[in-house]
């Protein structure tokens, strides 16, 4: 047995091993050391359990939004977790720990002379993945084209898809020590203190495909690898990356065993006659836009035929379709996928009719019908999809294309994504934002306008009480809104978001020093578009383009055109 199996046994295996040939030669002193030294594992184990336990307790704080508990507790909760660290790192350790840690390196401006160290670091960072499911998450990505960018929820669908994570929580175990071993690194690097785009370092991309290019967790429809990979029944995953695919018997793909298909970059898909309704072990089909920024990425399907083949596909929980041209009609066997959690049809232009009623979809955790211009009325029941988290592309139009009201969704106690657009013909009562309120779950928000009037500028909207991003699109008033006057705004709000409209008079002044607990802040009004990073460890000069002169504040500004 070799002693990196079992680190436990390491010591005593060693030193049982060590008597077998302790009589040629004297071995006394490496002998004492592994003596002294043999319950450093053991210890090692317990001080890893003890500062994870903290860390842990920390995590529930922040996840149960516990925030005064969290303050309550963090200067003994900081405490544990510098003497569970000291205890597993020498102190010398921990401080060049700090002054030599970045959190992100900058992969594309290294210096030659340090390129091919670097690349052989990231391969033994890709070699000491702590989980099998890590690994394969990163070969995964090794899929999309080079330097392509994508955002993190498209991922854990894919590696959910993969079935290598249960859930956004795994994903965000796995994407964060990806991201920490620089395997993954951020868009836009220091101009977001969020991480939510991203693409595979491109120093290392090459280096580790080369190695692993005989083991992908996946099959593929290329012109290159389709000889190889298309009847391989032990591949459980369809990538098409070829400008135009046809899937079905006569070429090849006969086999019903294909249990997600995602479209990476194909623009023209066609389906053989009844080939999807055999697919009834199908959890993920993916043919929309993958990528981020890829609505230059033209999509269209011979004809919609294939969606009606869709029926009794009980597995199938994930169902995209964004950006596919020449998709006019969902049909209602859509609306009967009852273990169906993603529905998400942004973006398809040509969409005119949706079935009648959603309300048998209970399981569907995230609906997305934004941008869908032409969709006629949207759909009964929505109120009544108690599982949902993520809502966007709500539409707000007359009462015969809205069968529902905003203070409908009270009912909905899980939703944390809500998106709301007020069309020319909306019809607003009394109250209906005002129920905003009672969304205690809700962090993300937003509310458009598509009148040009000052109709519904006076509509009266509650914030919901643990908001953390708001985004006001297109709002026809002139005069900054009550309902978005820092006395009205949550004390968890984090990011604010103000586009469009004729929105030409605001307080700057007041705002900014009221919603000092911001940390975004983003102004896209007429000819002025910034974005404003408050970091209270930064001090840099604001310049307010209405005012025409500087003024101090705690943050950084960048100019956006």
Not at 318 to 341: A, H, V
Not at 482 to 507: A, T, Y
Request: hydrophobic fraction near 35%; proline fraction near 4%; include cysteine.
């Amino acid at each position: 047995m070799s002693i990196r199996t079992n680190p436990m046994k390491a010591i005593p295996l060693l030193l049982k091993r060590l008597r077998k040939v302790e009589q040629q030669a004297n071995l006394d002193d490496l002998k004492s050391v592994l003596i002294n030294i043999k319950d450093v594992f053991s210890l090692v184990k317990k001080n890893e359990e003890e500062l994870l336990d903290t860390l842990a307790l920390v995590d529930g704080y922040i996840r149960k939004s516990n925030i005064r508990k969290l303050m309550e507790d963090k200067e003994k909760l900081c405490k544990k977790i510098m003497d569970s660290t000291q205890k597993l790192l020498p102190r010398e350790a921990i401080e060049a720990t700090k002054s030599s840690s970045k959190p992100f390196q900058d992969v594309n401006r290294a210096p030659p002379s340090s390129q091919l160290q670097n690349i052989e670091e990231y391969k033994v960072n890709y070699q000491n993945l702590g989980h099998l499911c890590h690994k394969r998450g990163f070969l995964s990505l090794l899929s999309f084209p080079k330097n392509a960018i994508t955002s993190k929820r498209n991922i854990f669908t894919w590696w959910m898809g993969m079935g290598d994570i249960d859930g956004e929580e795994d994903g965000e175990d796995v994407f964060v020590e990806l991201l920490h071993c620089n395997l993954v690194v951020p868009h836009r690097q220091g101009k977001c203190p969020h991480v939510n785009k991203f693409k595979v370092n491109p120093w290392v991309r090459n280096s580790i495909l080369s190695q692993n290019d005989k083991n992908q967790p996946f099959g593929i429809y290329s012109q290159i690898v389709s000889s190889v990979h298309a009847n391989d029944t032990s591949y459980s995953n369809l990538i098409l990356d070829q400008r135009e695919a046809k899937l079905s018997d006569e070429l090849g793909f006969e086999s019903n065993h294909w249990r997600s298909i995602f479209n990476v970059n194909t623009s023209y898909v066609k389906f053989g006659f009844q080939w999807m309704a055999k697919m009834k072990h199908l959890e993920v089909l993916h043919l929309g836009r993958w990528l981020q920024h890829s609505s230059s990425h033209h999509i269209e399907v011979e004809s919609e035929e294939f969606l009606k083949e869709l029926i009794d596909h009980e597995y199938l929980k994930y169902l995209s379709l964004r950006g596919i041209s020449r998709i006019s009609n969902l049909p209602t066997n859509i609306f009967e996928l009852e273990s169906l959690e993603t529905l998400d049809l942004k973006a398809c232009h040509n969409l005119e009719t949706l079935p009648n009623d959603i309300a048998s979809l209970k399981k569907l955790k995230h609906l997305n019908l934004s941008q869908c211009y032409l969709l006629e009325r949207m759909p009964k029941g929505i109120e009544k999809l108690t599982e949902l988290q993520v809502l966007k592309g709500l539409v707000i139009d007359s009462s015969s294309k809205t069968p529902y009201k905003i203070s409908d969704l009270e009912n909905l106690k899980k939703l944390e994504q809500l998106s709301i657009h007020i069309a020319r013909e909306g019809v607003i009562e009394e109250g209906d934002f005002e129920s905003l309120k009672d969304l205690s779950t809700l962090h993300h928000l937003k509310i458009s306008w598509g009148v040009s009037t000052s109709m519904h500028t006076d509509v009266k909207i509650i914030l919901p009480p643990n908001l953390e991003k708001l985004h006001v699109e297109g709002f026809p008033g002139q005069n900054f809104p009550e309902w978005l006057m820092p006395h009205k705004v949550p004390l968890s709000l984090k990011e604010l978001n103000i586009s469009g409209g004729k929105l030409n008079r605001m307080d700057h002044g007041k705002i900014y020093d009221t919603l000092h607990w911001l940390k975004i802040l983003r102004l896209r009004l007429f000819i002025v578009s910034f974005c404003i990073f408050f970091a209270p460890w930064i001090k840099d000069n604001l310049i307010c383009p209405t005012t025409a002169h500087n003024t101090r504040y705690p943050c950084c500004l960048h100019i956006l055109r």
